[in-house]
DNA sequence: CCACTTATTAGAATAATCTTCAATTAATCA
DNA sequence: TGATTAATTGAAGATTATTCTAATAAGTGG
């Protein structure tokens, strides 16, 4: 076995994915080139980061999901990205947030299950500048990059 | 104008993209019949739910992005899905969970700038069920979707 | 208002891609 | 083992993206 279906779930977590330009232009009628520049115009402009697939996360093995809040050092004040930089290749991580009022960073965390979230938490957060964390774990999601699950 | 840019990001916010099978195979190394294969089983067991584009929101006029804890009423602890599922369909929601501890609901909003914000907590959180809210503000968003920005 | 530049829209032709089909190989399980 | 299902593959056909060229519209500055 090949394990196809797993270096697939890798690839499409970030990207690999592509306009359906002809859908398009039959959804909102009008000529795919024309489809075609405003895209290519989005994409050199940056408005369109990337395209990639949404999953159940459940199948992937990415069945826990949790909020992570965190209060960072005094002495991190002056640059809290110092720590959000350390933690963004992550790929158990999909979103960090730095934030006004008690909590100066949110991340949104998936893992397999709740031991291997401990496992991260450990490995990951549990590092200087980082003083004090509070675990939102989900229950249940409904919602996720705007795709209702 | 036509304002196809705008039509293009309601499109791609939730679809109508399409995994390139010929640069997947030539990465990994398979047959593109191969990879084919393996993505419509992969979308036949709904472990791929859609393929969408993600976009550096501040350029599509969703520059403003806040995580808003909620705490329900005792009333609906029998189900708190009945609140997520009347918020589901808004489109400035990027994220809905149902946690455990202080905060039963955890919603992930955009929205244009703190005005419009502020017009969507009045018109579609404040109601019925939801009887405390705290917003914690992004002030700088690091990663997305899986995405660094 | 005019000349000039830039952005947008389109059709036709080409290049590339996806998809189907049939056949082969590998895995599963009684 | 043998029967059944699932996974992989190459070749052919259907569809789609892309390039090229040109026309039109919108914006800019004199």
Known sequence: ??????????????????????????????????????????????????????????????????????????????????IANDLIKHENIESIDICTGDWELILKVRAKDQDEYYLFVKKVISRRGIIKIQTVSSLKQLKTEFIPL
């Open 1 to 82: 076995m090949k394990d196809i279906k797993g270096k697939l779930t890798i690839l499409f977590r970030q990207g690999y994915c592509t306009p359906q330009i002809a859908r398009i232009a039959k959804k909102i009628k009008e000529a795919s080139t024309t489809i075609h520049y405003n895209i290519k115009k989005m994409e050199k402009d940056q408005i369109i980061k990337t395209y990639k697939a949404v999953f159940d996360y459940k199948k992937i093995d990415l069945g826990y999901c949790a909020y992570v809040l965190c209060q960072i050092s005094p002495d991190e004040y002056s640059n809290p990205e110092n």
